[in-house]
């Protein structure tokens, strides 16, 4: 059975960092399409950034632009989320997706696919939690 499972997540305050894990039982990355989402209580899920095609291919959202950084280690079978300059807005609870297929579109597909098919894998989540 395929198991996406995070971890990482905390508490930090505002301008801090964290990096979230996303580690992989039954799955192989390689050059699948995966990506972190996250869901604040009351607001729809939002999808944060995404890498497909072995990582050469990367695409985030105007809102972590910048500060955030998705990486995988195939190795390991492992994505990650490395998070700087933390705000308030960014506190939500943290999930990562998988495709279950090769996937060789940009990033920004990678994460509109994971956003609207039935198939993706799914993380439980992790919290994270950016005070003032």
């Known amino acids: 059975q395929v198991q996406l499972v995070e971890s990482g997540g905390g508490s930090v305050q505002a301008g801090g960092s964290l990096r979230l894990s996303c580690a992989a039982s039954?799955?192989?990355?390689?050059?699948?399409?995966m990506g972190w989402f996250r869901q604040a209580p009351g607001k729809e899920r939002e999808g944060i950034a995404a890498?497909?095609?072995?990582?050469?291919?990367?695409y985030y959202v105007d809102s972590v632009k910048g500060r955030f950084t998705i990486s995988q280690d195939n190795a390991k079978n492992t994505v990650y989320l490395q998070m700087n300059n933390l705000k308030p807005e960014d506190t939500a609870m943290y999930y990562c997706?998988?495709?279950?297929?090769?996937?060789?579109?940009?990033?920004?597909?990678?994460?509109?696919?994971?956003?609207?098919?039935?198939?993706?894998?799914w993380g439980q989540g992790t919290q994270v939690t950016v005070s003032s």
């Open positions: 997706a998988a495709l279950p297929t090769d996937h060789h579109g940009r990033g920004y597909y990678c994460l509109r696919d994971l956003g609207s098919s039935s198939a993706a894998y």
């Open positions: 039954g799955y192989t990355f390689g050059r699948r399409c």
């Open positions: 890498i497909s095609n072995g990582g050469s291919t990367t």
